[in-house]
């Protein structure tokens, strides 16, 4: 066999060593980059927060049961009923880092305002058992706390969807999943609090980079895309000084969403302290779309 031959073929055997290798480590390549992205979306903070005092009297601990749970897996959820038994309920999703144990300073302030609270953390956040969250996974922990919910406050007229930061992508999901499971609506109003249009949105402002990440990505929480399926009024709230999550994105997410809906920017007002910064203007935001809590 002339030489010339020899030597093509044994480039093409390379190539197809190196194809076959690529071919077996591609997918290790993406499980871990998938694994790594999620880590970073996530940032689970283990443990109890440290400015977290206890539990106020009231505020119960509850054990979510659903078949959609494995046996290595639970959900772990605050029940902070008001003391009107005719009070608007409200489900709780927060966002990433803190479990529920950093999240009770907004919890006590929604139900200041007189909603009974069911607050949840999503698989692998504090005392809910499981692997790593993932977008699936987070989806699938709202649905189950909202079944949950449902059957506390039996009143469609009367639940509420919160959700804050990533939670808010959260909240968006379930309010568009209810909206296509039934022709009546399950929810009297969603409000979502200092989130953002989708994951690549917020990845590109968070890196101050023109390249194309959400290439990279595998979970989407794709918000903007979701909105304007939601049959339900919405109210969107966002600090105009918030240094994580740009305000213009609340402002992207109000225009994609139908009517009835309010935008609340709140001057001076951060990240997490929108709430508190906004004061009489949540409760008069919820007045202007009919959701008076009276």
């Known amino acids: 066999m002339p030489a010339s031959w020899i030597t093509l073929l044994r480039r093409r055997r390379l190539t197809l060593i190196v194809m076959a290798s690529l071919l077996v480590l591609l997918p290790i ?3 871990k980059l998938e694994q790594t992205e999620r880590e970073l979306v996530f940032r689970i903070e283990p443990g109890t927060a440290r400015w977290f005092a206890g539990l106020p009297a009231g505020l119960e601990d509850v054990q ?13 959820a605050w029940w902070w009923p008001s003391s009107r038994q005719d009070a608007p309920t409200l489900l709780y999703l927060h966002g990433s880092r803190w479990n529920l144990t950093g999240q009770l300073f907004r919890i006590e302030q929604l139900h200041a305002m007189g909603f009974s609270v069911l607050a949840v953390d999503y698989r692998g956040f504090g ?3 499981g692997a790593l969250p993932s977008e699936r996974s987070v989806y699938q922990d709202a649905q189950i706390a909202w079944q949950h919910l449902a059957r506390l406050q039996p009143d469609p007229a009367k639940r509420f969807i919160y959700g804050h930061s990533l939670g808010g992508a959260v909240a968006v999901n379930l309010a568009r999943e209810l909206a296509s499971e039934q022709d009546e609506a399950q929810a009297a109003g969603l409000i979502v609090e200092s989130s953002f249009t989708n994951l690549g ?5 968070v890196t101050n980079t023109s390249l194309p990440v959400r ?3 595998s979970q989407e929480f794709d918000s903007l895309s979701k909105i304007g399926e939601v049959g339900i009024p919405v109210l969107i709230a966002h600090g105009r000084d918030d240094r994580y999550v740009p305000s213009r994105f609340s402002e992207a997410l109000f225009a ?4 009835p809906k309010q935008l ?16 009489n203007s949540y409760r008069q935001a919820l007045q202007a779309l009919d959701l008076a809590l009276n």
Do not use: V
């Open 29 to 31: 390549g993406c499980a």
């Open 64 to 76: 979510l049961q659903s078949p959609e749970l494995a046996a290595d897996e639970s959900l772990h």
């Open 127 to 129: 005392q809910s058992r």
């Open 201 to 205: 949105d917020i990845a590109a402002a």
């Open 215 to 217: 290439w990279l990505l």
């Open 256 to 259: 994609a969403a139908n009517e």
């Open 264 to 279: 609340l920017l709140i001057d001076g007002a951060n990240h997490n302290n929108g709430l508190r910064m906004a004061g």
